[in-house]
């Protein structure tokens, strides 16, 4: 019989290959380097990873990560423009705009976007907690902050659609277009169509 990890190792080696991103051999490569350094390496681990699934939740009103504890730092958040909306399709898009600095409004997640091929349909996203909010809500302006790409695209469809019903509440959505330091060489014809609609004014 040929010779294989004991039970427990073989059991996190499964357990490390069902997170994104991490295939067999690094899942092999974590796992061994966790045993070799025993239980001043996966005390803290563990213990880190029980916290985080015990403790940490989704925030019922953004969707953004919160605890008992903190609360939700967007939503309980000092300083916010009440005024205006970011709609985002991840929990995890929200810390980009909010490191930026260019944004202190609130944010919406809808953990996900429309995707007929993944079976993903709009009852399967936070839109009627989207469409509450705004009902509920003082927004002068709602921001649909999408990835640029067919799935994006048709989910930001549907909710222009959706929000053309609320009067008075403006709906834009992020520019597309070139990146700094990027030259026209390397851009797709996607992102020069997206550049040349959203071009600014200089004078």
Known sequence: MPVDYPFPVKALIQQL??????????????????MQRGCEATAP?????????????????????????????????PGRDHAVLCVVEQPTDILPLERSGAYRGHYHSLRG????????????????????????????????AFSADVEGEAT????????????????TRLAHGLPVGGGLENADELTLYRALEGRVGLR
Do not use: M, Q
């Open 113 to 144: 976007k429309i995707s007929p091929l993944e079976n993903v349909g709009p009852e399967d996203l936070r839109i009627a907690e989207l469409i509450g909010r705004i009902r509920d809500g003082h927004f002068a302006e709602v921001i649909l």
């Open 156 to 171: 930001a469809n549907y909710l222009v659609e959706i929000l053309s019903a609320f009067d008075g509440v403006r709906v």
């Open 45 to 77: 681990f563990a213990e880190a990873l029980n916290a985080a699934g015990t403790e940490v939740s989704e925030c019922d009103v953004c969707g953004f990560f919160a605890t008992e504890a903190e609360g939700c730092a967007v939503c309980d958040g």
């Open 17 to 34: 290959k069902r997170l994104p991103g991490i295939g067999p051999k690094s899942a092999e490569r974590i796992a061994i380097w966790l």
